[in-house]
């Protein structure tokens, strides 16, 4: 791995305003096409004590050449991984050894935030309750902003909220969710969780849920930006082995609200089995459009041998949503 001249290591860099500093970490791979503009908008955010940092996961395309070009920012910082050590890896080394603020916002290569002062608001949030450990907003899901579906649009939370009345009211999969485009989370916190050490396609979900246990969380009442859906997002992967290894974004969280008391052990089971139900409804949907059935069938056969009132649960979400209920 190799770091940018203007790339520093992870040590904590006190800001002189005393405000706490913001890193927007920015894993790529080979996306040329969008990092220019995921850059610029990083950039372009109006909260003063920020820093901008891209690993760059081996890629073999012309992001470095991009990147390069727009380092006389010095808020901007650049490093390269030498070979591919995988998407969630790549997020890992970002948090863990490259930022140095207390803060952190995970904005993917391919995506871009479009309210110029989100950073502001979840950090104002932030400092009104020492208690928020994490900050999320509203964002936009599609192809490009004009054809893209409005995410987290419905939901109607204070600007601070109890994160265990969150967890139980709003699982993961769920209309209002933790997505990572829009969630600004306390450093420190993170690494106490040590959050990204598995490689599951909703790490975000396995990370948010089980730090929002015992903490307060914010909610801005804003757009922060674009998760850009393509051809070539990892999210559009469910092989079985990566549908099963993902149940442990739901394992984990379950496990520690479990451990911590936050609701009696039936309330905490039938939230995994919704939980796993959506999820469930997503893969199946999925499956229709990739062909991978038996994939999503070995899986589906998987986790309803741990649940059998699982089977019931999806189709009574699935008539739900067929009839236009939530």
Not at 206 to 223: E, P, T
Request: proline residues 4%; glycine residues 6%.
């Amino acid at each position: 791995m190799t770091d940018h001249p203007h790339a520093t290591g992870s040590t904590a860099t006190p800001s002189a305003s005393g405000r706490p500093k913001v890193s927007i970490l920015i894993p790529v791979h080979n996306q040329e096409r969008w990092i220019e503009d995921c850059v610029r908008s990083a950039l372009a955010q109006s909260y003063p004590d920020l820093e901008v940092v891209v690993s760059d996961n081996a890629s073999t395309d012309r992001t470095g050449e991009i990147v390069s070009a727009l380092m006389g920012d010095r808020r901007l910082r650049y490093a390269r991984n030498e070979t591919d050590i995988g998407r969630v890896r790549n997020y890992r080394r970002l948090v863990h050894d490259l930022a140095t603020g207390d803060w952190v916002l995970m904005l993917d290569g391919d995506d871009l935030l479009l309210d110029e002062h989100y950073v502001s608001k979840a950090m104002e949030l932030a400092a009104f309750d020492p208690e928020v450990v994490l900050v999320f907003g509203k964002m936009l899901q599609g192809s490009s902003v004009h054809s893209a579906e409005a995410r987290n649009e419905r939901c109607q939370l204070s600007s601070v909220t109890d994160g265990n009345e969150f967890f139980l009211r709003h699982p993961p999969f769920g209309e209002i969710g933790l997505f990572h485009l829009t969630v600004l989370y306390r450093r420190e916190t993170a690494l106490a969780l040590n959050i990204y050490d598995l490689n599951l396609l909703s790490v975000d979900f396995d990370a948010f849920y089980r730090m929002i246990l015992g903490h307060k969380i914010g909610f801005v009442d804003s757009v922060a930006g674009l998760w850009r859906q393509h051809g070539k997002n990892t999210s559009q992967r469910y092989d079985y082995e990566a549908l099963l290894g993902n149940f442990a974004a739901l394992r984990r969280p379950f496990e520690q609200a479990l451990a911590m008391g936050i609701a009696p052990q039936p309330v905490l089971e039938r939230w995994l089995r919704f939980s796993t139900a959506r999820f469930l409804l997503i893969c199946m949907k999925s499956a229709l459009r990739l062909g991978r059935f038996r994939d999503v069938a070995r899986f589906i056969t998987s986790v309803t041998a741990h649940d059998p009132r699982l089977l019931g649960t999806v189709t009574a979400l699935g008539v739900r949503r067929l009839a236009g209920l939530k």
